[in-house]
């Protein structure tokens, strides 16, 4: 027999007929439906929360501060103890600042428990020193008034900012800028109130009862200027290594041999982000890949029973003149619009997930443009492979349906 010709009449027909055959058993071809709609969401959603995930893992680092390195003094115990000489200070700090030149910024804090004193109540706090660059690269938002300028923190003005739960404990019913506050002995004019970009894996001094002040003014509370936290901020991610490897032989350089630093940066935190990030993809891939599976083996068993209730309706086509390859590609279609149609409400569903929640985002306090994206590629590739599900499945019964011999089928009852 001639192979038949695929023309525009051929394959709207053939199109016409698939859909004459589904509409009779609708519930049937719905219910097959069901695992290509799980399956191909599966694989939108995989991506967007591998994307939504990685996104919210950088802002959140972004808010602690990019491309930080971080030094502390280490205090190995009683066999090795720690002596004044081995603290990190601002002659520290210069030292990096010049002799690194992946380092474009750097600050250092001290900071210590003490209470507040207002109008005769006594408000426990954590009074915090910073030196110069610290708003640059903790990245502080400043709800009210303003951050220290360089006269501040040349000529040691008695100012503070406090943080904004602070703020409305102390001040509910009052701006607090301007307003004066008492902290052990020294008297302080509060210029601002600030907040923290981000909530920060705990890599911080800032607590919700902080009062910052200029690093020059810690001296009258601990006795001497050092620096508890030190940060260094490197011009990129792939400067970080190499300036935190340099950090560590500059400190160790200007101590005496028996100092210990730990000086550590994010990338543990993003390592640890990714692999989480990747295992969690890999199970949702599988968990995609089994629901796409069992849908294609659903396709497959109901087109099977499909061609063997409908054996002798083939028969009669055949009977009639109905070519091998018309037969088989009307049993293709079949499946390839149950594939197509359960993909498209799949697809629908986990593009609707997204936006639903990009929604009530907006309603919390999140960070600022963190939303949950939806990737494009990931819906044409969705459909892709749950239309190539119904073809491939989808081929077994309808090859058996084309190979039916036309006496046979007629005979059937």
């Keep these: 027999m001639k192979p038949i010709q695929a023309t525009p009449v051929f394959w709207g027909e053939t199109w016409s007929l698939a859909l004459q055959a589904l509409q009779m058993n609708k519930l049937r071809a719905i219910l097959t439906m069901l695992g290509v709609v799980i399956g191909s969401a599966c694989i939108v959603l995989v991506v967007t929360v591998a994307l939504a995930g990685k996104r919210y893992i950088?802002?959140?680092?972004?808010?602690?501060?990019?491309?930080?390195?971080?030094?502390?003094v280490h205090n190995p115990g009683e066999a090795r103890p720690l002596i004044l000489a081995d603290e990190i200070t601002p002659a520290d700090m210069e030292a990096v600042k010049q002799g690194i030149p992946q380092i474009v910024q750097a600050a250092g804090t001290s900071d210590?428990?003490?209470?507040?004193?207002?109008?005769?109540?006594?408000?426990?706090?954590?009074?915090?020193?910073?030196?110069?660059?610290?708003?640059?690269i903790r990245r502080l938002v400043i709800l009210r008034g303003r951050y220290f300028d360089q006269d501040d923190m040349m000529t040691r003005s008695k100012v503070c900012l406090i943080t904004e739960k602070l703020a409305s404990n102390l001040f509910p019913n009052d701006d607090p800028i301007g307003q004066e506050v008492r902290v052990g002995d020294l008297h302080f004019t509060i210029i601002g109130v600030f907040r923290e970009r981000v909530s920060t894996f705990?890599?911080?001094?800032?607590?919700?009862?902080?009062?910052?002040?200029?690093f020059s003014?810690?001296?009258?509370?601990?006795?001497?200027?050092?620096?508890?936290?030190f940060y260094a901020q490197a011009a990129t991610p792939a400067d970080v290594p190499a300036a935190t490897q340099a950090v560590k032989e500059i400190l160790l350089s200007r101590h005496r041999p028996g100092a210990q630093y730990q000086v550590t940066n994010l990338t543990s935190i993003l390592d640890a982000a990714r692999k989480i990030s990747m295992a969690l993809t890999a199970v949702l891939i599988i968990i995609a890949l089994i629901a796409l599976t069992i849908?294609?083996?659903?396709?497959?068993?109901?087109?099977?029973?499909?061609?063997?209730?409908?054996?002798r309706e083939i028969g009669i086509r055949k009977a009639i003149g109905a070519p091998r390859d018309a037969i088989l590609y009307q049993f293709l279609m079949e499946a390839v619009i149950i594939s197509g149609a359960g993909a498209l409400a799949g697809i629908a569903i986990a593009v609707a997930i997204p936006a639903l929640m990009n929604f009530l985002i907006s309603f919390f306090p999140v960070p600022q443009g963190l939303t949950v994206p939806i990737s494009w590629i990931s819906v044409v590739l969705a459909f892709v492979v749950s239309c190539s599900t119904g073809v491939i499945f989808g081929y077994l019964p309808a090859n058996r349906a084309a190979r039916l011999h036309p006496t046979?089928?007629?005979?059937?009852e």
């Design 217 to 229: 003014l810690i001296k009258d509370y601990t006795g001497a200027q050092f620096f508890k936290s």
């Design 112 to 136: 210590i428990r003490t209470t507040l004193s207002l109008e005769g109540a006594e408000h426990p706090i954590s009074l915090v020193g910073v030196s110069e660059g610290f708003e640059q």
């Design 408 to 412: 046979d089928s007629l005979r059937y």
């Design 58 to 72: 950088i802002s959140v680092i972004e808010g602690v501060g990019s491309n930080l390195v971080l030094a502390e």
């Design 202 to 214: 705990g890599e911080t001094e800032i607590t919700p009862e902080s009062v910052i002040i200029p």
């Design 295 to 311: 849908s294609g083996i659903g396709i497959m068993n109901i087109m099977l029973v499909t061609v063997t209730e409908r054996t």
